[in-house]
């Protein structure tokens, strides 16, 4: 018996669409994920290319290219060197080198690099921001794989675009600082935790690796120890039966992820100087107590104890916060959740709280919002307690895994739920878009938007330095002659932007005439004689919603 073919039926015009869509699919998701990700690299270089050093940047510059050139860990003590040594890693052929007879302190070493030893600050800072450009870049690779090992493939765009066009982590993903790498490599440590319910025996193992990059970037890792190695326990019981025997194999599992964290701690610092020689700095302080005994047990290099000791210093001293018009002094516990409140567009906000409620209530889901929303609320917590009312780079954390947590909401059944999704989704890329490339002075629109958020916030939040070089473009494009009194907040060095200024506060008020420029930090705290100076003068002008150029 012959067999005849059968024509396929032609294809109708409601059928070419989804079957044009399907033969697209394999190249059209990662061209999302290019073009998401595209514009954060491009906002990041940006900002990276138009920003003057801010206030920490010159330490870790300079720290970096010491770590580099002497293989020494005398300066910067009291933060772990892999953050440095990915700083370094931009600068490694970059020819920068400093006076190996140098004796100053570390932020003098950072201005002696940048500004007396005849490199470019402009090209040696943007070859430093380069790494960390390209690390946060790759965290946003974990966003998407998390989110999208939890909620599915729309749930991964989703996060990825909330983590990508997020204004607090474009701002601290363009500077040569330890923020945005701790908090991406504890996001990793987290996923790849969670990973270890499928296979526990290989990612739970890259989990302790990715914590000990975390700790041995900044110290600010340290609370989420117990918590990390908690969710490891629980993915490998989860993964072996949930019986006793699991639960020793989880226990075991966390020790050797425990064991991999403190080798990355100490390789980082052998790294650096092999033969580990330390000499305590004069200025660590003894700390007594808990805190002490915990620095001591610690099974970390000995510069590791101290400068967490120099750390818990920080935290005895009392700093002085400005927030909503206030200027006080000591931390205030409600101060990080007010600045994220201030520095998170809405669409954010909302979609943040709609993805935890998400996945506390999905039985689904429920098993993820201890990954997700744990190691979040811990670090948030602990940061609350601090001295330093400094800004929101304290609290990344939540911009970043909440971004994973909002992923949750795609997965509601409801038409109008996701159509809602992605519109918050919109307004949150068009409030950021709003503000580029001013990110670090970023507020959303509740608060005023950028040009506002000096009335209510100071120091990383608004004003950390880094407008110096668009201040001198200014002057010399609008006030060219004219007399200029500075009181400038930052690391750089005024004279070489070819910035000529007096202080006005080592004259007399009377003899101050001409142009008064103050950076908004020091605006948020004037008192006495700066305060009178700024009283009696008119604004004329604003740089980068970070400097405020009065007349007088």
Known sequence: MTMTKTAAPPATATGRAPLLLARHRRWLYPLVVALILGQMAVAMVTAAVQQTPTIDEPVYVGTAVWQLQEH???????????????????????????????????????????????????????????????????????????????????????????????????????????????????????????????????????????????????????????????????????????????????????????????????????????????TPPPDAPASGGPRGLAARLLPFPEPYADGLRMQFGFEDSRWSGFLFGELYSGGRWYYLPAALLVKSPLGAIVLWLAGATTLLAAPRLRAAAPYVLVPAAVLLGVAMTGARDFGTR??????????????????????????????LVALVAVSSLRTFPYYLPYSNEAFGGPARTHEHLHDSNVDWGQDLGRLADRLRARYAGERIWLVYKGSGVPSWYGIEAADPLAVPAGEVRGLLVVSDSSVAKATGPLAELIRTSEPIDSVGHSITIYRR
């Open 72 to 278: 020494s860990l005398r300066y910067n003590p009291e933060h772990p060197p892999l953050g440095k040594l990915l700083i370094g890693a931009g600068l490694a052929f970059s020819g920068a080198e400093v006076d190996p007879e140098f004796q100053g302190d570390q932020g003098a070493l950072g201005r002696h690099l940048l500004y007396e030893s005849g490199h470019d600050p402009w090209r040696l800072m943007l070859l430093a921001r380069l790494p960390v450009i390209l690390l946060t870049l790759l965290f946003g690779l974990v966003v998407l794989a998390f989110a999208r090992d939890v909620t599915g493939a729309v749930g991964g765009l989703v996060a990825l675009a909330l983590y990508a066009f997020s204004p607090d982590v474009i701002a601290h993903g363009s500077l040569a600082t330890l923020d945005v790498p701790v908090v991406g490599f504890l996001l990793t440590s987290v996923w790849l935790a969670w990973r270890a319910r499928r296979r526990p025996w290989l990612y739970a193992p890259l989990s302790g690796l990715a914590l000990g990059a975390a700790l041995a970037t900044k110290m600010s890792a340290l609370p989420a120890v117990p918590v990390l190695l908690l969710l490891i326990l629980l993915s490998v019981w989860s993964a072996s039966g949930r019986t006793w025997r699991a639960a020793a194999l989880g226990v075991a599992a966390g020790a050797g992820a425990a064991l991999l964290a403190v080798a990355v701690v100490w390789g980082s610092y052998l790294a650096v100087d092999p033969h580990l020689a330390w």
């Open 394 to 423: 304290y609290a990344l954390v939540v911009p970043v895994f909440l971004a994973v947590a909002a992923a949750a909401v795609v997965t509601v059944r409801l038409r109008w739920v996701r159509i809602g999704a992605a519109a």
